[in-house]
């Protein structure tokens, strides 16, 4: 495709921010974004992608985001006449209109396009909550996810039980994961333990992380159970906030100040695949995703320096290290708990705490992680900066089929060049 540049990107601290209004999050990402592009007023954008989840319980659907920038047009913040398109895909959201304003850019369509994913999904109601969630599932239909999941369940040897320790049915979901792959090839809970220990320490490390605390491999065992074998500090928190992206063209680019063009990071290839109720022995959409990725943009699983995974538990790093071609299956614990994915590691994962410890805003996250990426490839992340960061890997999943999620997209980021 056409070189597209991500010009600028921002995200705000992630947490329970019960003061902050979803007009509020819009407003501090808008400006956030925008002033890292060196943008103003935004004037020279020709379209928005505004990705949420939660505003449907509030009654505000159809017109999210242009109900979100209204108050920065009327300010003068942002210009006239920009259209918005709103996007919705569970925990993917943010990585759709990431989708969408590259699409935007490479076809020519404008020069310059934003992304934004404004999230809350921490409410006194916990019903809102809930009511969020339940949209990432086949609400039409139950009986046909509640017959698949008793069945994996049985050759898992754990039984779909989703209320049991107050585990949501998504939680489970993921435990029963573990447990199969557990089963299967003979992961243990403290090699899962481990991945959650190095992301607690990572985020530690992360003044926008929810949780900026340290745990260690006992600690992080010894947890409240959630649904075995995953334990509260292996399973990412529920909170609020937005992430952002200004994307251009390269003839945009180049009409930029040296030093805008300097910090600008290439968008080598975002690839998309759809989910299904697929055998558990069979391997999940995000292989077929990094598979195009990998054949789009020309490289290998050996070419990526740095990745940020979609961790909603620990369980899924190392999943997905297996996935995305990092190491072989099965051996997907063993590379985690050996330090490969730590910072200083064969292949840094997750430096920015990952889910588990930065957060989970559900429609902010998948920008969110490509935010870090961009962080990471301008050599400006300070103390988990990774080395030889030069090519970059962000897997994000939304919503659930069985024990696929309904989409994913990959994609691939390159250093700027110097």
């Known amino acids: 495709m056409p070189d597209v540049y991500l010009l600028g990107s921002a995200c705000t601290p992630f947490g329970r921010l019960p003061h902050k209004t979803y007009k509020d999050l819009t407003r501090d990402i808008v400006d956030g974004v925008l002033a890292d592009a060196r943008l103003d007023d935004g004037g020279p954008i020709g379209s928005v992608w505004f990705g949420n989840c939660g505003m449907g319980a509030f009654e505000q659907r159809n017109i999210r985001g242009q109900v979100c920038f209204t108050p920065l047009v009327r300010d003068g913040r ?14 993917a959201t943010a990585s759709l209109a990431f989708y969408g304003a590259v699409k935007d850019v490479a076809s020519g369509e404008t020069d310059v396009a934003l992304a934004v994913g404004v999230e809350k999904t921490f409410f006194e109601d916990r019903a ?39 585990a949501t049915v998504f939680m489970s979901t993921y435990a029963m994961q573990a447990a199969y792959h557990m089963k299967r090839f003979g992961t243990t809970q403290r090699q899962i333990a481990a991945g959650a220990a190095k992301n607690h320490h990572m985020g530690s490390l992360n003044p926008g992380a929810q949780y900026r605390f340290e745990m260690s491999v006992d ?30 063209s390269e003839a945009f680019l180049a009409s930029r100040p040296p030093e805008v063009r ?57 999943y997905q290290c297996e996935m995305l071609g990092f190491c072989p299956d099965g051996e997907g614990g063993a590379y985690v708990a050996s330090g490969a994915t730590s910072l200083g590691g064969e292949r840094p994962v997750n430096l920015s705490g990952g889910l588990v410890s930065k957060g989970h805003p559900i429609g902010a996250t998948g920008l969110s992680m490509i935010h870090e990426l961009v962080v990471q490839l301008r050599g400006e992340a300070g103390p988990r900066q990774a080395e030889r960061a030069r090519v970059a890997l962000a897997e994000n999943g939304g919503g659930v089929i069985g024990f696929d999620e309904a989409i994913c997209a990959v994609t691939l980021l390159a250093a700027p060049r110097r």
């Not at 995703?289 to 369980?315: C, M, N, Q, W």
């Open 78 to 91: 942002f210009p006239e006449r920009v259209p918005i398109v709103n996007v919705e895909g569970g925990c």
């Open 128 to 166: 809102r909550t809930q009511e969020i969630f339940d949209g990432a599932i086949d609400r039409f239909d139950p009986h046909e996810w509640e017959a698949y999941y008793t069945a994996i369940g049985e050759r898992a040897g754990k039984p779909f039980t989703p209320k049991a320790g107050g």
């Open 219 to 248: 600690e992080v065992l010894n947890d409240r159970e959630v649904s075995w074998p995953l334990t509260r500090a292996m399973c990412a928190p529920i909170g609020d906030g937005a992430a952002g992206a200004v994307l251009c």
């Open 262 to 318: 300097e910090r600008a990071v290439r968008v080598l290839t975002v690839q998309m695949s759809g989910g299904k109720y697929r055998d558990p022995d069979e391997p999940g959409l995000s292989r077929v995703a990094a598979r195009k990725a990998y054949d789009r943009a020309g490289l290998s699983p050996a070419d990526v320096d740095i990745a940020e995974v979609h961790d909603a538990t620990a369980f899924c790093e190392l």
